[in-house]
């Protein structure tokens, strides 16, 4: 073959592969056009088949909300959310048509999701310039926390009228995103909430509780891992041991920062737990307003007494004397409750007339349900809402600390 023939071919060649990319660039937006458009003439459709390259658009559904993840999908607590509508199907929700995806070109105009949602623990690394660029005024921004605002200060100033939902283990959030629930006998959902209202009396045990009880031979125990804490609770814990040795008691830490193990997970350290010891070390690792984590069930639900360490104000999640609270007592006077506790064994039984009234629970599947109500709920959804002191409000009594030394890019 000459050479001039061969590179006549190779430029044909050229030619057709161009004209190839056209068309299928072509076709590609085409069908994209296409599918907008029928989104917009059907108004909402299922969609899940398109995000994966599948075109045939189902319209069976046609009141899907959308959400979109504008924070990683992957990090806790949003991976609850799973993709499209799989979590809300999972967790048997009461509503199973909204949509997640973290897919920010899901649709060509972000001001189509109905909702967008926004991680507490990825909220600090988000300059004003990477929020979304269009926000309609009929979209929800939502802000989903789990974790203590202690540990996830939030500080810029945009944020301050920028999200119209919070969806938090705050009691006072637009949506719960609860680690605990409270029952009555009667399997309602009582608590916690901010205005409480505990049984002014309640009963006294039955033989059957109070033998189980009687067994007990150790006074604390703690199963923790995480050993260095904002708020400095393994501080307290030392000087709590350091006070209790003076009665002959010690508290047993378990796990990665004591000397003892025992696998949380395991039954038989429920089960360790409920024969020997008297009381628990219920401790947070932070301290902010309602931050309550399932630290309390560990202690409620082994027949153990637990002790708490935190901001919230407890009398919203437990009744009165039915727990002790390290912050208020200090490690002294701690120590000497302790002990004074465990040698009157009808002052130690009352701990436990709660359990005559009440059920505790930890919330059994994540909150994914209630953001998917909220949205569905077409009063609160057309309703105007907005958090105009968010950061206030958030960062709570450690704002002026935890934002001390913030620089606004804003203002830079
Ligand atoms: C995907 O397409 C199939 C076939 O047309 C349809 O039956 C199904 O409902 C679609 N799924 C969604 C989530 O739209
Ligand atoms: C499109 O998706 C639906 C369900 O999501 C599935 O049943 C169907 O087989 C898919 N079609 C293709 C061509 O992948
Ligand atoms: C996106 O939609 C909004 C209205 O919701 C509209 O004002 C805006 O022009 C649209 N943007 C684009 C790029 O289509
Ligand atoms: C539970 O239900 C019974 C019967 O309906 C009622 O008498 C009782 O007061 C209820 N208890 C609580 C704690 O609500
Ligand atoms: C208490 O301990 C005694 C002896 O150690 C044992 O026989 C008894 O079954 C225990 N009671 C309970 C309720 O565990
Ligand atoms: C309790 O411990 C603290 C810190 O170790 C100590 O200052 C205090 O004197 C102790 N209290 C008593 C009553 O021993
Ligand atoms: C809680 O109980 C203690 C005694 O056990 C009592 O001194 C205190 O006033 C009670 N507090 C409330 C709020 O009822
Ligand atoms: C034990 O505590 C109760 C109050 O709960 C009190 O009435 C009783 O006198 C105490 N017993 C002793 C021996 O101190
Ligand atoms: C959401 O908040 C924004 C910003 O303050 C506001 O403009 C918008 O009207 C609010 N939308 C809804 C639906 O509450």
Same mark, same amino acid.
């Given at each position: /073959?000459? /050479?001039?023939?061969?590179?006549?071919?190779?430029?044909i060649?050229?030619?057709?592969?161009?004209?190839?990319?056209?068309?299928?660039?072509?076709?590609?937006?085409?069908?994209?056009?296409?599918?907008?458009?029928?989104?917009? @003439?059907? *108004?909402?459709?299922?969609?899940?088949?398109?995000?994966?390259?599948?075109?045939? %658009?189902?319209?069976?559904?046609?009141?899907?909300k959308y959400?979109l =993840?504008?924070t990683?999908?992957?990090?806790?607590?949003?991976y609850?959310?799973?993709e499209g509508?799989?979590a809300?199907?999972?967790?048997?929700?009461?509503?199973?048509?909204?949509?997640?995806?973290?897919?920010r070109?899901?649709?060509?105009?972000?001001?189509?999701?109905?909702?967008?949602? $926004?991680?507490?623990?990825? %909220?600090?690394?988000?300059?004003p310039? =990477?929020i979304?660029?269009?926000?309609?005024?009929? =979209?929800k921004?939502?802000?989903?926390?789990?974790?203590?605002?202690?540990? $996830?200060?939030?500080?810029?100033q945009?944020?301050?009228?920028?999200?119209?939902?919070?969806?938090?283990?705050?009691?006072?959030?637009d949506? &719960?995103w609860?680690?605990?629930?409270i029952f009555?006998?009667? *399997? @309602?959902?009582v608590?916690?909430k901010?205005n409480?209202?505990?049984?002014?009396? /309640?009963?006294?045990?039955n033989e059957?509780?109070?033998?189980?009880?009687?067994?007990?031979?150790?006074? !604390?125990?703690?199963?923790?891992?995480?050993?260095? @804490?904002?708020? *400095? &609770? +393994?501080?307290?814990?030392?000087?709590?041991?350091?006070?209790?040795?003076?009665?002959?008691? @010690?508290?047993?830490?378990?796990?990665?920062c004591?000397?003892?193990?025992?696998?949380?997970?395991?039954?038989k350290?429920?089960?360790?737990?409920? &024969?020997?010891?008297?009381?628990?070390?219920s401790? +947070?690792?932070?301290?902010?307003?309602?931050?309550?984590?399932?630290?309390?069930?560990?202690a409620?639900?082994?027949n153990? %007494?637990?002790?708490v360490?935190?901001?919230a104000d407890y009398?919203?999640?437990l009744p009165?004397?039915s727990?002790?609270?390290a /912050?208020?007592?200090?490690?002294?006077k701690l120590?000497?409750?302790?002990?004074?506790i465990?040698k009157?064994?009808? &002052?130690?039984?009352?701990?436990?007339?709660?359990?005559n009234h009440? %059920?505790? +629970? =930890?919330a059994?599947?994540p909150?994914v349900?209630?953001?998917?109500?909220?949205?569905?709920?077409?009063?609160? #959804?057309?309703? $105007?809402? !907005?958090?105009?002191? #968010?950061?206030?409000?958030w960062?709570?009594?450690?704002?002026?600390?935890?934002?001390?030394?913030?620089?606004?890019?804003a203002?830079?």
């Open positions: /073959m000459k /050479m001039d023939t061969i590179l006549k071919r190779f430029k060649g050229l030619i057709y592969l161009a004209l190839l990319s056209i068309v299928y660039l072509y076709y590609t937006y085409y069908i994209r056009v296409l599918i907008y458009k029928h989104i917009l @003439t059907h *108004k909402e459709s299922a969609f899940k088949n398109i995000s994966e390259g599948n075109y045939s %658009v189902s319209i069976e559904n046609n009141n899907m959400i =993840q504008w990683s999908k992957s990090r806790p607590p949003f609850h959310m799973g509508n799989s809300f199907i999972e967790n048997k929700c009461k509503y199973t048509n909204c949509y997640v995806t973290d897919d070109n899901y649709f060509p105009n972000e001001t189509d999701f109905d909702a967008i949602a $926004f991680n507490g623990m990825d %909220v600090s690394g988000i300059s310039a =990477q979304p660029k269009l926000r309609s005024t009929k =979209q921004y939502v802000f989903g926390a789990m974790e203590s605002a202690d540990n $996830f200060p939030l500080c810029a945009y944020l301050d009228g920028f999200f119209n939902w919070t969806w938090t283990y705050r009691l006072d959030s949506i &719960r609860e680690y605990i629930k009555d006998m009667n *399997k @309602t959902l608590g916690p901010i409480m209202e505990w049984p002014a009396e /309640m009963k006294p045990l059957e509780l109070k033998e189980k009880l009687s067994n007990k031979t150790k006074a !604390v125990a703690w199963f923790v891992s995480h050993c260095v @804490t904002k708020g *400095k &609770r +393994e501080a307290y814990v030392k000087k709590l041991k350091k006070n209790l040795s003076k009665f002959g008691w @010690t508290v047993d830490i378990y796990g990665k004591g000397n003892l193990e025992c696998p949380r997970k395991d039954e350290c429920k089960d360790l737990l409920e &024969r020997n010891y008297y009381f628990y070390l401790f +947070e690792n932070s301290f902010a307003e309602d931050y309550v984590t399932e630290k309390l069930l560990n409620l639900n082994n153990v %007494v637990p002790i360490y935190g901001a009398t919203r999640y009165n004397g727990y002790l609270d /912050m208020i007592l200090g490690p002294t120590a000497t409750e302790i002990n004074d465990i009157n064994k009808t &002052r130690y039984y009352d701990y436990f007339r709660w359990k009440f %059920v505790y +629970e =930890q059994d599947k909150s349900c209630n953001l998917c109500e909220w949205l569905n709920n077409e009063e609160k #959804f057309n309703e $105007f809402s !907005v958090w105009n002191n #968010f950061r206030t409000w960062n709570g009594a450690r704002y002026k600390i935890n934002c001390a030394s913030f620089k606004d890019s203002t830079n």
